[in-house]
């Protein structure tokens, strides 16, 4: 069974300040890959997605992300954080084949300090 | 174009009671999933429908947990009895179809408290 490993628990940063999320996971074949957002009070909305093809993806809200294969890892990034971007964020991987079943991250609470 | 929705959106009860949490999907949507969020952890599935089929159960703990899909539209999932160690946000998700290049589109959840 495939996981998911979100190694920053808590980052707090100031506005302006550049953001680098990790997320590995752990699965031997062909995944797609998913960064969900929670903000303060409301659902969880789809950041960006990997499906194939470049593996420098955009999301919305300048956010973008890059799947490294031969590291296993999807890290997100954002050059320039906002008050606005104090959330929760969760990776997700989901295999290509067999057995369909999403799994998440522990995820990563953001903290933009004005 | 309207979301998820789940009702409601908090319940507190005691040990051993039982629960009920509903959830209409996006019209439209075939699959249909729950997943619990207990705090500090993310969301894991814990049963998934094919219009009123159920897909996969196998992390639904089926001596106090049950799902219904009936008609392939709204679900209801339901604890009874019910444990501290339930304690969590239950999600409702749902997809337009079952496979892997798919997005779930979640609700705002149900938090559960049990006390």
């Known amino acids: 069974a495939q996981s998911v490993s979100q190694h920053n628990h808590h980052v707090i940063l100031s506005e302006a300040a550049s953001l680098e999320l990790g997320c590995n996971y752990s699965?031997?074949?062909?995944?797609?890959l998913f960064w969900y957002v929670q903000y303060p009070g409301q659902h969880l909305q789809l950041l960006l997605k990997y499906f194939s093809g470049d593996p420098l993806v955009k999301g919305i809200k300048g956010f973008e992300a890059e799947f490294i294969k031969s590291k296993f890892s999807f890290n997100l990034r954002k050059p320039s954080v906002q008050w606005s971007d104090t959330a929760e964020y969760f990776c997700?991987?989901?295999?290509?084949?067999?057995?369909?079943?999403?799994?998440f991250g522990t995820g990563t609470r953001l903290t933009i300090i004005p | 174009e309207a979301g998820v929705a789940q009702s409601p959106r908090y319940k507190i009860i005691e040990k051993r009671q039982s629960v009920a949490f509903w959830c209409n999907p996006i019209s439209g949507h075939a699959t249909l999933y729950w997943y619990q969020q207990i705090l500090g952890q993310g969301p894991k599935l814990l049963i998934q429908f094919q219009n009123n089929g159920v897909v996969d159960d196998s992390q639904l703990p089926k001596d106090r947990f049950s799902a219904e899909r009936l008609k392939g539209v709204d679900s209801t999932l339901k604890i009874q009895p019910a444990k501290l160690e339930d304690s969590a946000v239950y999600l409702c998700a749902s997809s337009l179809v079952r496979v892997a290049k798919n997005i779930q589109y979640f609700g705002a959840g149900t938090r559960l408290s049990v006390l």
């Open positions: 699965y031997g074949g062909t995944v797609n």
């Open positions: 997700a991987v989901i295999p290509n084949f067999g057995n369909e079943k999403l799994t």
